[in-house]
């Protein structure tokens, strides 16, 4: 559920494959699209389109079940960005010979998250509210610079990034997922770099508007 509210606040079309009735139920009258059936069936991923979308998410609660629908969706679309969720550690290799891109354990997140509490409470705060307050006047959003887009090239200083946009970029993703943190001003733009940054929503939403319409 809390997948697909992140997903539904964020306005991200999305599709539900859900085996339990009442839960499927539950999701229809919260105006999500649904579809009931059993993950691992090739058929109810065709349905739900996997052979069109961007990401899949199996949140399943057994490892196994998860492993299924890994190797399954990677069979029918290779290039399908795939999140998963594992129970038991000992499964992470499974995981990624089975073709899942990002694993996460809950056990681990929720630790790590109890400890930073302690040990770096303010930041914890900041980046809670961040990511997770709509409400909050400062946000953490992601984006990929476009092909035709005319910061491709250009430095961070060059393309007056700053000053355009507002927004600080935290981070500078390549498409080899290298990862440049609080890149330079002569760091380079390239297409399909994905650019994380911290700003206002105002801010991100003149980003975002760039990037949709990047000429």
């Known amino acids: 559920r809390a997948v697909c509210e992140e997903l539904s606040q964020d306005k991200l079309d999305f599709v539900l494959v859900e085996l339990d009735e009442q839960t499927a139920k539950a999701a229809c009258e919260k105006g999500w699209s649904v579809i009931t059936g059993d993950a691992t069936d090739d058929q109810v991923l065709l349905q739900a389109g996997i052979e069109r979308a961007g990401g899949l998410m ?3 609660e057994t490892d196994a ?34 073709g899942a891109d990002f694993i996460y354990s ?31 006047d400062l946000t953490i959003g ?21 000053g355009r946009f507002g927004v600080v970029i935290l981070a500078l993703i ?18 399909q770099d994905i ?5 206002t929503p105002a801010q991100l939403k003149t980003l975002t508007q760039h990037m949709d319409s990047p000429i």
Not at 71 to 89: F, H, N
Not at 147 to 156: C, I, P
């Open 58 to 60: 199996s949140c399943i």
């Open 65 to 98: 079940d998860n492993l299924m629908v890994i190797v399954t969706a990677r069979g029918m679309a290779s290039k399908i960005k795939i999140s998963a969720r594992v129970s038991d550690e000992r499964n992470l290799k499974k995981f990624r010979r089975a």
């Open 106 to 136: 809950p056990f681990t997140i929720v630790g790590r998250r109890i400890a930073r509490s302690l040990t770096r409470p303010r930041v914890t705060q900041l980046l809670d509210l961040a990511l997770e307050e709509t409400s909050y």
């Open 142 to 162: 992601e984006y990929a610079v476009p092909e035709g887009s005319d910061l491709v090239g250009k430095t961070l200083a060059g393309s007056g990034f700053r």
């Open 174 to 191: 390549r498409e080899d997922r290298s990862i440049i943190h609080n890149p330079p001003a002569d760091a380079e733009f390239r297409v």
């Open 195 to 199: 650019l994380v940054v911290l700003g």
